[in-house]
């Protein structure tokens, strides 16, 4: 089996071989899959213990995701899609776009407000993509392979925001990456070999 702790604000890099299981650690630490044996506690309290509305709750509000692709919706401009998690909780346009607005500005998009996925770079759709997972000031981050479909200096420069987001709202990062030269940067590193912490 997985031990891991993970403690407030740290920015942890989860590295190994594909096939390694690190997607999977990633997906149940943030209650997307299910463990098959075990638990997953976040704040002292068993997370697989909570029904599947309020594990849906939990993670709207305190948990975060950035996945290798970005999933923004393409009818929509980047502000709606980074206000899209507080949409979900039914809060009204009005109260979560000044965040929103705050957010894309914080990660070098405040000229790209208004613009649709299809007009954006890929980094800059990223970059949308972090916004939406810092929405709703969540605890924890997770991001899966987050710079994978971005060339080098992109992915360098988007890693190096999420460290500085990490440092500056003291939130939580677990990243899964292949990019040993972004892990090092790191305040921990877990290696995962054949679903074990190695």
């Known amino acids: 089996g997985v031990n891991l702790q993970i403690h407030r604000g740290e ?24 463990p098959t044996t075990g638990t997953v506690h976040f704040d002292g309290q068993d997370m697989f213990h909570l029904a599947e509305d309020e594990q849906a709750d939990f993670r709207n509000r305190r948990i975060g995701f950035v996945f290798q692709f970005h999933h923004l919706l393409p009818e929509f401009t980047a502000i709606e899609n980074a206000c899209m ?31 649709k996925p299809g007009e954006l770079s890929g980094g800059e759709q990223q970059r949308v993509a972090v916004a939406r997972a810092l929405l709703q000031k969540p605890d924890l981050v997770l991001a899966d392979e987050p710079t994978g479909n971005l060339d080098t200096h992109t992915g360098e420069a988007l890693f190096a925001m999420m460290r500085e987001l990490n440092k500056a709202r003291g939130t939580t990062f677990v990243i899964v990456t292949h990019n040993d030269k972004l892990s090092a940067q790191a305040d921990r590193i877990v290696h995962m070999q054949d679903g074990q912490i190695v």
Do not use: Y
């Not at 997607?23 to 997307?32: A, D, K, P, Y």
């Not at 500005?105 to 613009?115: C, N, S």
């Open 11 to 34: 920015l942890i890099a989860i590295v190994g071989a594909s096939g390694a299981g690190k997607s999977t650690l990633l997906h149940i630490i943030g209650m997307l899959d299910r």
């Open 85 to 115: 998690p507080a949409l979900i909780q039914r809060r009204h346009p009005v109260d979560c776009e000044p965040e929103a607005i705050t957010l894309l500005q914080e990660v070098g998009l405040g000229a790209r407000l208004h613009h």
